[in-house]
């Protein structure tokens, strides 16, 4: 069984270009979690999908968007890049959207936006 | 809307001292509750989670943390502490949405283990 993988581990962007960072869930794993997680803060819920379809969404704007693919894993994808997305971005997959269902993280994008 | 505050952002104990992190949350209802760790330059790993079982809560790594509604609280404890166990700790969780549970997250405790 492996574990939740994310790539790239690294990448810097500039102000107002386009990013897309990808996550690949735990074998058996449907639902796929993203969380963005500023230095020295803790993971913000960014969105949810559960079955190919966006099952929830945090507090962040139309320019965060995703994908899940049939095989589960899911691309997170960020237009007009600003200063204050720079971020570690973690993915967590789980087996259903309870939230008595462990969620199993990878080990982040770091994300440096200049 | 749900909330966790964890008191300390950076907390200091010596080698073989006890280990208290503590975790509030603003729910009324009880709802499931956790604690990760976090390394550096690492993802979270889940220590011990909370479903509305048994109120004392055991982890790996020898943490423990016990729910107490009329506190709040959810408070992680480790009697001895080892160099090992330096790292950053988050306090988390859920709240119910329509077809899904977020998870919220506290803004976590650093901590340092002097030898």
């Known amino acids: 069984e492996t574990g939740v993988t994310q790539s790239p581990t690294h990448l810097i962007k500039t102000r107002g270009q386009q990013v897309t960072l990808r996550c690949s869930s735990q074998s058996g794993h449907n639902t796929v979690s993203w969380y963005q997680q500023a230095l020295g803060q803790g993971p913000q819920f960014i969105f949810q999908?559960?079955?190919?379809?966006?099952?929830g969404r945090g507090n962040f704007p139309p320019r965060f968007s995703g994908l899940q693919f049939p095989n589960y894993s899911s691309e997170l994808n960020v237009n007009a890049l600003e200063l204050d997305d720079s971020a570690l971005y973690l993915c967590?997959?789980?087996?259903?959207?309870?939230?008595?269902?462990?969620?199993?993280f990878g080990p982040g994008t770091r994300l440096t936006v200049l | 809307a749900q909330s966790v505050t964890q008191l300390g952002s950076h907390v200091s104990v010596s080698e073989g001292a006890l280990v208290l992190l503590r975790c509030n949350y603003s729910?009324?209802?009880?709802?499931?509750l956790f604690w990760y760790v976090q390394y550096p330059n690492k993802g979270l790993q889940l220590l011990l989670k909370?479903?509305?079982?048994?109120?004392l809560v055991k982890g790996i790594n020898g943490f423990e943390a016990e729910f107490k509604k009329s506190e709040t609280s959810f408070h992680l404890t480790k009697p001895s502490a080892h160099m090992s166990d330096a790292a950053e700790y988050f306090c988390?969780?859920?709240?119910?949405?329509?077809?899904?549970?977020?998870?919220?997250f506290g803004p976590g405790t650093s901590l340092s283990v002097i030898p």
């Open positions: 988390a969780v859920t709240e119910m949405k329509t077809s899904y549970d977020k998870v919220i």
């Open positions: 729910s009324s209802v009880p709802p499931y």
């Open positions: 909370y479903t509305s079982a048994a109120t």
């Open positions: 999908y559960y079955r190919e379809e966006e099952n």
């Open positions: 967590a997959s789980s087996l259903g959207t309870s939230g008595r269902a462990e969620q199993f």
